[in-house]
């Protein structure tokens, strides 16, 4: 099981160190932790996380490897920051950034290249999912967004619903089956069987454990409850709970 904590624009710096300490005391056995701060905070969360077993990325990079692109981060600094991997095609960005699955394409080629592996976001949103489209979006973005020559070990997906996110609804476990049901067989057909696929969207303590016994989901993309420790610290022991009965 995975369990990613992705702060998006948040905390304040010296709450940040708070909850990375808080991360960094606890442990699950059979749990894989993940945090994206955000990119000013990479090498003070690679000091305070050293040792603990918890990986860092970036929650977004450029496409280009280096140049003249203010305000932009290269893959390869977030890897000098110490972060492994990067966050890509999150659905704030395609939607405030207009990030086309091309865009996340390319800056998936460009992450790999500069050494970091990827977990790329895709999800519909609630007109899609009335409409009936959830599935085929998904796929879509899954065709667009992940690049052809990429290898297992250098991939993650999160399946997050453009409507569950910040919301506090979650999809149903019959609706995340089906989807990550579908997003599995897609892997399966590029030879990525293998490859992790979160589930991200509200995530809470009071939700994981229901979320993490869906077939087919292997871990979260947390959002607001990742600035919780207390929180994320549960969502994780679900994991771990989960780990346990296999
Ligand atoms: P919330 O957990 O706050 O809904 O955010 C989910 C998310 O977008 C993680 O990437």
Redesign the pocket.
Known sequence: MIIAA?WKMNPPLAEAGTLVAAYAASSHDGVTRILFPPAPYLVQMAMRLDGSGIHLGGQDCHQATAGAHTGDVAASMLAACGADRVLLG?SERRQAHGESDALVAEKAATALSGGLSVMICVGETLEQREAGDAESVVIAQLDGSVPDSIRGEQLMLAY?PVW???TGKVAGVEDIAAMHAAIRSWLSGRGLADVPVLY????KPDNADAIFAVENVDGA?????SLKAEDFDAICAAAGRLVATR
Do not use: R, T, W, Y
């Not at 991200?200 to 995530?203: A, D």
């Open positions: 992705n999150h997050e569950a996110i910040g991200g969207g509200s995530v993309l947390v959002g607001g409850a």
